[in-house]
């Protein structure tokens, strides 16, 4: 019988990992860090802004600049685009026309984890899946900064958020074991921590009491008063007055007057937009306007739309 030989052959060796990827997969770009904007600066802004949701034409024709170191309100009835302005700003909803510019490039031209170390978003709710604790649901407004040498902050942006919204006291707390304002100013907190240049916030103060809506009113003078940029969404006037630098009245989907509350909180002005009579006069002590509705007179009412003429893909704002 004659035998085989049987040549046996080495395995071939692999190259190691780190020689491979590089080769078959993309280089990421290293994160941009944000500058300093000086006072004044244009932090962001929307230059012919228009957004359809199904139907209808939300935002038409908007444009609008947030600028370091003041509080922008944006105000206005029902369904007016004021939500919708804030989440365009935040470039979490892309516009149908019109661009939309943070710490001066295209929106679409940051990766999103650089765009989180430039703008924070509070939206209407927080609602969380799990118990976290209040104090580690606002460590998460530090996750953008992972990896940069901003961590060294980590500590002391929580603590302070912690204390800025005096929520340090249920730090310990689930989150899903707190009151809805409870929540409201945790969420506010977790904003805090993230420490940008931007912050936007969509309706801060709607389950708060008076203490905490003056608070959070006074957070965000100081935090325009170091420097950032503040937009926040309201729907009290009197707040609007009292804490914002300037406001934009928002009617249509359009801004419908836009400067120093002295000069866009005009009756004619408001009675028009909120279609009720309102009167405008100035607070006896610090002069700041108060708009009050007249009593007795609802205004004329909203035309009622039939049914089949609605549009269920048509969203509020």
Same mark, same amino acid.
């Given at each position: 019988m004659t035998r085989t030989a049987v040549t046996r052959t080495a395995p071939a060796r692999t190259a190691p990992a780190r020689a491979v990827l590089p080769?078959? /997969?993309? %280089? @990421?770009?290293?994160?941009?860090?944000? !500058?300093?904007?000086?006072?004044?600066?244009? =932090? $962001? *802004?929307?230059?012919?802004?228009?957004?359809?949701?199904?139907?209808?034409?939300?935002?038409d024709g908007v444009t609008v600049g947030v600028r370091a170191g003041e509080v922008l309100a944006l105000v206005g009835p029902n369904g007016a685009g004021k939500s919708t302005l804030l989440a365009a700003l935040a470039a979490d909803l892309a516009p149908?026309?019109?661009?939309?510019?943070?710490?001066?490039?295209?929106?679409?031209?940051?990766?999103?984890?650089?765009? /989180?170390? %430039? @703008?924070?978003?509070?939206?209407?709710? !927080?609602?969380?899946?799990?118990?976290?604790? =209040? $104090? *580690?649901v606002v460590r998460m407004g530090r996750a953008p900064w992972a990896g940069t040498a901003r961590t060294d902050e980590d500590a002391a942006a929580v603590a302070e958020a912690l204390a800025a919204t005096e929520t340090a006291g249920f730090a310990g707390r689930p989150f899903s074991a707190l009151s809805g304002g409870e929540r409201a100013r945790v969420a506010l907190a977790r904003v805090l921590a993230q420490r940008t240049g931007l912050l936007l916030l969509d309706e801060p103060t709607a389950a708060l009491d008076l203490r905490h809506q003056?608070?959070?009113?006074?957070?965000?003078?100081?935090?325009?008063a170091a420097g950032a940029a503040v937009v926040v969404v309201l729907h009290d006037l009197g707040l609007a007055a009292a804490h914002a630098d300037r406001i934009a009245v928002l009617h249509g989907g359009r801004i419908a007057a836009a400067g120093p509350p002295a000069e866009?909180?005009?009756?004619?002005?408001?009675?028009?937009?909120?279609?009720?009579?309102?009167?405008?006069?100035?607070?006896?002590?610090?002069?700041a306007?108060?708009?009050?509705?007249?009593?007795?007179?609802?205004?004329?009412?909203?035309?009622?739309?039939?049914?089949?003429?609605?549009?269920?893909?048509?969203?509020?704002?």
């Open positions: 080769r078959i /997969a993309p %280089r @990421r770009r290293p994160r941009e860090l944000p !500058a300093p904007v000086p006072p004044g600066g244009l =932090v $962001a *802004e929307a230059a012919g802004l228009r957004v359809v949701l199904g139907r209808r034409a939300v935002l149908t026309a019109g661009e939309v510019r943070i710490g001066g490039r295209a929106a679409s031209g940051w990766t999103a984890g650089e765009l /989180a170390l %430039r @703008r924070a978003v509070l939206p209407q709710s !927080a609602e969380l899946s799990f118990p976290f604790p =209040v $104090a *580690e003056e608070l959070v009113l006074h957070v965000c003078r100081e935090r325009a866009v909180l005009d009756a004619e002005v408001l009675s028009e937009v909120y279609r009720r009579p309102v009167e405008v006069f100035p607070h006896p002590r610090t002069g306007p108060l708009v009050l509705p007249v009593r007795g007179s609802l205004g004329p009412r909203e035309p009622a739309v039939p049914t089949r003429d609605r549009n269920p893909d048509d969203s509020p704002a």
